[in-house]
């Protein structure tokens, strides 16, 4: 069984920057692809950034391509997300997921913004964005 758990969420002004992080426990860490989510009240949760493995495939929401940067360190069976630039928009509760359901970085592509796709979740973190 995986486990996922997340930290680094807290209170950040517009304009700070937050690194956001993802202990994972179980199972083989660099075989699976990790994503991370985020939900803020009344909105469905919506894909973030994605990762397959340490060679740089990622794979980014166009509403934080430039601020977010995903990245792994599987010797430490950890996924991170750099969060530049934040804005009030940002403010959402996050959470870590992984799958196995991934061949190519291509069928990632494809599969990475379903939450239905990933096979493990975190309990979430909340980053709060103030204007």
């Known amino acids: 069984q995986v486990q996922l758990v997340e930290s680094g969420g807290g209170l950040v002004q517009a304009g700070d920057s937050r690194r956001l992080s993802c202990a994972a426990s179980g199972g083989t860490f660099s075989s699976r692809a990790m994503g991370w989510f985020r939900q803020s009240p009344g909105k469905e949760r919506e894909f973030v950034a994605g990762?397959?493995?340490?060679?740089?495939?990622?794979a980014y929401a166009d509403s934080v391509k430039g601020r977010f940067t995903i990245y792994r360190v599987n010797a430490d069976n950890t996924v991170y997300v750099q969060m530049n630039s934040l804005k009030p928009e940002d403010t959402a509760i996050y959470y870590c997921a992984a799958t196995s359901n991934w061949t190519t970085f291509e069928n990632f592509r494809l599969i990475a913004t379903q939450p239905g796709s990933y096979d493990y979740w975190g309990q979430g973190t909340q980053v709060t964005v103030s204007s």
């Open positions: 990762i397959i493995d340490s060679t740089g495939n990622t």
